[in-house]
Every structure is written in C-alpha cells, then in structure tokens.
C-alpha cells in the first residue's frame, strides 16, 4: 500500500492523494484500505517515515563497506541521489509533508539526524573531524542535510523526475566538507 501512496503523492501531492486513487493503484478494494489504515492522514502520517527508513538502509548498505568516514560520506551523499533517482516520488513526499504530515515530517527529520549524529560522532572519536566539541555535531548534521536538500532541488530534478548529480557537483560538495569539518 505504501508503494502506491508514494506513487499517488509523488504523482498528485497529498492534498489531492485520494483513497480511491491509492487503492486503485495498488490494485485492491477501496474496503481494504481500512484493514491497514484508520484512515487517509493515517496513512500520509506513516508513508514518510516508512519510506525514510527504506531510504536510509538504501545509503547504509551502500557507503558499509567505507574505510574512513569521509569516504562514508561521500558514499552516503551518491546514495541519496541514487535513491532518489530510483524513487522520484520521495522528494515530493517529503518536503509536502512538512504541510500535510507535519508530525511524520519530524519524525523523519529527526530520525534522520540521529543517525547522522551517530556518523559524526564515530569519526570525531577516531580523530577524523576538526570539530573539537561534541555539540556542534547536531548543527553540522543539520548543515549537511540542508546542503543535500538544496543541491537536490538545483541539480539532480527535472521536471517530477530526478537525474544523475554531476560529478562536479559531488566534487564541490566533497570539497567543502573535506576542507571543513573533517581532517
């Protein structure tokens, strides 16, 4: 069910995400639906948070067999982009439902710079980071993710589709992050 609501969000955005729209989607009885959901939002609510998770075990199995965490990062930073190329509609999802799921949104957010707090504090215990105190590494996680967000919006969307990100433009990020917080 959570396959066709990305696709009926991604497609028509969450205000005109229907329920018969999604059901039809994924091809079962409209009935159905409420054997999994209580109801629409209950749905909206969940999808970003399922999908999130999906995206973050995409980019973990990807950067797991890193050496270092500046190699983890970059990496992670081609994986985002990779998944968001193999799942256009999760873009949409997540920066729509900051309106529409706001608690879903914030829970992904959240879920999200957790785990790259937990990336950033392996690699300033192995001495990798520049950064000499442990609570700056929320704001540099929050900086990273911002960073993504908008070279996503500039570089790797055409249209309701995502392309491949330049090298360039993962070459210019590496830079920064290279130059700036890690050693």
Request: proline share 2%; with cysteine.
């Amino acid at each position: 069910m959570f396959t066709a609501a990305a696709k009926v969000v991604g497609e028509h955005g969450y205000s005109n995400a229907q329920v018969a729209m999604i059901t039809a989607q994924a091809s079962v009885a409209q009935g159905t639906f409420y054997n999994y959901f209580e109801s629409q939002q209950d749905l909206l609510d969940q999808l970003l948070p399922t999908i999130g998770q999906a995206m973050l075990a995409f980019i973990k199995d990807a950067s797991s067999d890193a050496h270092s965490e500046i190699e983890r990062e970059e990496k992670s930073f081609r994986a985002f982009f990779e998944f968001l190329k193999i799942n256009p509609d999760f873009y949409r999802i997540l920066y729509e439902a900051e309106v529409f799921a706001p608690e879903a949104y914030q829970r992904h957010n959240e879920s999200v710079a957790r785990g790259y707090v937990r990336v950033l504090e392996r690699a300033l215990d192995r001495g990798e980071l520049k950064v000499a105190d442990k609570r700056e590494l929320e704001a540099i996680a929050q900086m990273l993710m911002g960073a993504r967000h908008y070279l996503c919006m500039r570089f790797a969307r055409r249209g309701k589709g995502s392309i491949s990100l330049p090298e360039w433009v993962v070459d210019a990020y590496m830079t920064v992050v290279k130059g700036g917080i890690y050693r």
